[in-house]
């Protein structure tokens, strides 16, 4: 009697495709994004360990990060690859053979900002079609002449020619969506040329063709060359998706590249480029769709937020699209692709839309709240934690995001673990997420719960540790304890206030006064229905807060000392969604405004300006954001008896981020 082989999990996204002259083991492809991990224009270690990390865990394609084509397009100092510069081919040479071992594909893609940068790095103006300003940089471009075109067209063309020589499986052709130069060009929103170079489809988007053929000629027929474009330039007046199938159709119809990778979006619209929670999954996938079939057996790339292998093999063998396109998901799981073949895609690490990599990226370089490993792959990666030599007797005080990630580390080194958690469930302070748009965070600690539950730590749920020698069983004390929301009042431009007994706020002890945890964790009915909320801090916090009020019915008005509202925010892309959101619920918003005091339902309030004050009546109840206190009374303890052998993560040693908490406990049991 014959035995039927199971079939594999995903057919489609396991199966190989031709691309070109090449073949893709599989159909995933980790799209190009920025990593800020380049040291003086080129590859560091760390660049190249971070996509080694990708390809070890089943990528079958990877774009290497956008490179400059020309001086003009030079955002920040030194941390641009310059494709430019023939020093850039022994970089790709290293890389390359780095990647050939896992069988992975490795791409270079060409890129110009355009009117989208400014010139304080390169000192140079910023170049554009026409002279018409970007939203966000809002520097007036120098309007390129001919001459200009035909340096962009060549330096294109030899940035092409240096991926050539460094031996390089392909050449990605950017700049032509996410509201780049070449994208600027083709549309009518940003062009407003009258010359050769701008008027009809066809003049628009001579430039792009004339890089394209001259690229064709340089890049050998073992060379793979494609093009990203867009489904959706998210501009008034400027290309929707029915304008890009037919730019999809005319380069489709050159018979010049091997396929088309395709997104959307601009500097004005960047949720097209990368949505955050409450923003759907695959957002992107019906207008690439349309693409597909306008150009037949082209392979198409898409992406937008696609997260899970079920959401990928359903697109796939839809004939939506041939390849799945990530960034964000493969940063947050490298391991991905692999873990979907051993049909274990219950294990994959979710990306959760939080877009830490983006608020990290503008400012220092890339990371992630939930993969503590990312751009320290060879300190943290895949096969870097070893068992403990000596196991132990551990003790996790804390059940949030960093006692479990804490707990889990420790547990798999092979130390036995108790956790010890005061509530009914596991999760701590990101559970407050639960019901609200930010619900998707909680992916981050309930994947960790899951593993917990498939370890050997001991659970211990509706206990906390206390008396004077909790801590004499265990060699090792991880404190995770968390932190207090602040009911204080006191902003932090009354520094002088800060811990002093008796300086509060007056009316802060009212029955009407509440903590975001408070107004999340309240039932309907429990909050009354006009509603104040201060905040002081900036962050997401409060916002979520006044939606839920809002949400529920109630008038609300948001009063902050900051001169904006979330500014958090704005690293991840998500303050002008996130105001939006709750301008259209009729919140309305004071700024640079503090509270004095509370009497009844009176509120007096003072501007920071002007430093006067005034009243509202009214107000049942007030939502006050003033920070957290670090829970620091276990560790004080432990100071005292002398018990050293301790950590102390996450908010309990400083009320932050989710990446300190889950980065610190990381650390901290791996040094156990």
């Known amino acids: 009697m014959?035995?039927?082989?199971?079939?594999?999990?995903?057919?489609?996204?396991?199966?190989?495709?031709?691309?070109?002259?090449?073949?893709?083991?599989?159909?995933?492809?980790?799209?190009?994004?920025?990593?800020?991990?380049?040291?003086?224009?080129?590859?560091?270690?760390?660049?190249?360990d971070y996509y080694v990390e990708r390809a070890k865990g089943g990528t079958a394609v990877i774009t290497m990060e956008a490179m400059a084509v020309h001086p003009t397009t030079q955002p920040y100092e030194g941390m641009r690859v310059h494709a430019f510069e023939e020093t850039v081919v022994e970089p790709y040479k290293q890389m390359k053979a780095a990647l050939a071992e896992h069988d992975t594909l490795v791409m270079a893609q060409l890129w110009h900002r355009g009117r989208q940068t400014h010139g304080v790095v390169s000192r140079l103006p910023v170049w554009a079609p026409s002279a018409v300003p970007c939203g966000l940089f809002r520097e007036i471009p120098h309007e390129m002449t001919h001459a200009d075109i035909d340096e962009i067209v060549e330096h294109y063309v030899r940035s092409a020619r240096y991926a050539v020589e460094g031996g390089l499986d392909g050449v990605e052709i950017h700049g032509v969506t996410h509201g780049y130069l070449l994208g600027q060009?083709?549309?009518?929103?940003?062009?407003?040329?009258?010359?050769?170079?701008?008027?009809?489809?066809?003049?628009?988007?001579?430039?792009?063709?004339?890089?394209?053929?001259?690229?064709?000629?340089?890049?050998?027929?073992?060379?793979?060359?494609?093009?990203?474009?867009?489904?959706?330039?998210?501009?008034?007046?400027?290309?929707?998706?029915?304008?890009?199938?037919?730019?999809?159709?005319?380069?489709?119809?050159?018979?010049?590249?091997?396929?088309?990778?395709?997104?959307?979006?601009?500097?004005?619209?960047?949720?097209?480029?990368?949505?955050?929670?409450?923003?759907?999954?695959?957002?992107?996938?019906?207008?690439?769709?349309?693409?597909?079939?306008?150009?037949?057996?082209?392979?198409?790339?898409?992406?937008?937020?696609?997260?899970?292998?079920?959401?990928?093999?359903?697109?796939?063998?839809?004939?939506?699209?041939?390849?799945?396109?990530?960034?964000?998901?493969?940063?947050?799981?490298?391991?991905?692709?692999?873990?979907?073949?051993?049909?274990?895609?219950?294990?994959i690490r979710p990306c959760v839309g939080?877009?830490?990599?983006?608020?990290?990226?503008?400012?220092?370089?890339?990371?992630?709240?939930?993969?503590?490993?990312?751009?320290?792959?060879?300190?943290?990666?895949?096969?870097?934690?070893?068992?403990?030599?000596?196991?132990?007797?551990?003790?996790?005080?804390?059940?949030?995001?960093?006692?479990?990630?804490?707990?889990?580390?420790?547990?798999?080194?092979?130390?036995?673990?108790?956790?010890?958690?005061?509530?009914?469930?596991?999760?701590?302070?990101?559970?407050?997420?639960?019901?609200?748009?930010?619900?998707?965070?909680?992916?981050?600690?309930?994947?960790?719960?899951?593993?917990?539950?498939?370890?050997?730590?001991?659970?211990?749920?509706?206990?906390?540790?206390?008396g004077d020698d909790w801590y004499l069983p265990y060699d090792h004390v991880v404190l995770a304890a968390g932190a207090d929301f602040l009911k204080t009042g006191i902003s932090a431009v009354q520094p002088f206030r800060w811990q002093e007994p008796g300086t509060e706020v007056r009316g802060m002890d009212q029955f009407n006064v509440f903590t975001v945890e408070e107004t999340l964790r309240a039932k309907r009915g429990d909050i009354a229905h006009r509603a104040v909320v201060f905040d002081d801090t900036g962050t997401r916090e409060p916002m979520i807060a006044a939606e839920q009020l809002a949400r529920s019915g109630h008038p609300v008005r948001y009063v902050t000392r900051l001169n904006q509202v979330g500014p958090d925010l704005a690293g991840n892309r998500d303050q002008g969604p996130f105001y939006s959101r709750l301008r259209k619920l009729g919140v309305e918003f004071t700024t640079r405004t503090i509270i004095d005091a509370l009497d009844g339902d009176e509120l007096t309030l003072r501007d920071l300006d002007t430093d006067e004050t005034f009243v509202w009546g009214e107000v049942d109840a007030l939502v006050v954001s003033t920070g957290k206190a670090a829970r620091t009374g276990l560790a004080a303890q432990l100071e005292r008896v002398g018990f050293t052998d301790a950590s102390v993560v996450g908010d309990c040693l400083a009320p932050r981020r989710f990446f300190n908490a889950t980065w610190e406990a990381e650390l901290a049991a791996r040094a156990i």
């Open 2 to 48: 014959s035995i039927e082989t199971p079939a594999a999990p995903y057919p489609t996204l396991l199966s190989p495709l031709k691309l070109g002259p090449r073949t893709a083991r599989n159909r995933t492809w980790m799209t190009a994004h920025s990593t800020h991990l380049v040291k003086g224009n080129t590859f560091s270690q760390e660049h190249i």
């Open 185 to 347: 060009f083709l549309s009518p929103a940003t062009n407003h040329r009258r010359d050769e170079y701008g008027g009809s489809l066809e003049n628009r988007m001579r430039i792009v063709l004339r890089i394209l053929d001259q690229i064709r000629e340089i890049v050998p027929a073992t060379m793979i060359l494609g093009m990203r474009i867009s489904g959706d330039e998210g501009l008034e007046n400027g290309l929707g998706n029915a304008e890009w199938v037919e730019i999809a159709s005319r380069l489709a119809a050159t018979d010049k590249l091997d396929y088309l990778s395709v997104t959307q979006g601009n500097y004005l619209d960047r949720m097209k480029m990368y949505m955050v929670p409450p923003g759907p999954r695959g957002y992107q996938v019906d207008a690439t769709a349309n693409i597909k079939r306008a150009v037949g057996d082209l392979p198409v790339v898409v992406v937008g937020r696609i997260t899970t292998p079920d959401q990928a093999e359903d697109i796939l063998s839809a004939g939506k699209a041939d390849f799945i396109g990530m960034a964000r998901q493969l940063i947050t799981e490298p391991n991905w692709l692999n873990k979907a073949a051993a049909g274990k895609a219950n294990t």
């Open 354 to 466: 939080a877009n830490w990599c983006l608020s990290t990226v503008m400012s220092t370089r890339l990371a992630c709240a939930h993969n503590p490993a990312v751009g320290v792959e060879r300190k943290l990666g895949t096969g870097t934690l070893t068992p403990a030599e000596h196991p132990k007797e551990v003790v996790v005080v804390g059940g949030g995001l960093a006692g479990l990630r804490a707990a889990y580390t420790a547990s798999k080194r092979g130390h036995s673990v108790v956790l010890f958690e005061g509530r009914s469930e596991l999760g701590g302070q990101v559970n407050l997420l639960r019901g609200t748009s930010y619900e998707e965070y909680v992916g981050m600690t309930d994947w960790l719960i899951e593993r917990i539950a498939e370890s050997d730590v001991k659970v211990r749920l509706n206990e906390w540790v206390s």
